[in-house]
């Protein structure tokens, strides 16, 4: 079992950044591939980033690349997502989520139905 909580969220405005936090407790966290997705009200869950166990090779959704950054510290159970300027279609609840993927790939990580352990979630509003 691996416990996953969130922070970081909050109110900005258009073009300011935010950095979240995923903290991990429980099973080794080095083990786990890890991802963020977020969901708007009224739409589905949607990929965001992702960051593999081994390499520590990293995804991203089209709508957030060059803007978002994760990376993670298997020292401290933390993976961090940096998101740069912020638009209001950015707005959403974010989620962080591992998977046991044994051989994670472009096709198959960014797939909620691939993760074992989910966050509640941080709010993040982004105003025009």
């Known amino acids: 079992q691996v416990e996953l909580v969130e922070s970081g969220g909050g109110l900005v405005q258009a073009g300011d950044s935010l950095r979240l936090f995923c903290a991990a407790s429980?099973?080794?966290?080095?083990?786990?591939?890890m991802g963020w997705f977020r969901q708007a009200p009224g739409k589905e869950r949607e990929f965001v980033a992702a960051?593999?166990?081994?390499?520590?090779?990293?995804y991203y959704a089209d709508s957030v690349k060059g803007r978002f950054t994760i990376s993670r510290d298997n020292a401290k159970n933390t993976v961090y997502l940096q998101m740069n300027s912020l638009k209001p279609e950015d707005t959403a609840v974010y989620y962080c989520?591992?998977?046991?993927?044994?051989?994670?790939?472009?096709?198959?990580?960014?797939?909620?139905?691939?993760?074992?352990?989910w966050g509640q979630g941080t709010q993040v509003t982004v105003s025009s």
């Open positions: 989520a591992a998977t046991r993927l044994i051989t994670p790939t472009r096709q198959n990580i960014p797939l909620p139905d691939n993760y074992d352990y």
């Open positions: 960051i593999t166990r081994s390499f520590g090779s990293t």
């Open positions: 429980g099973r080794p966290f080095s083990g786990y591939s």
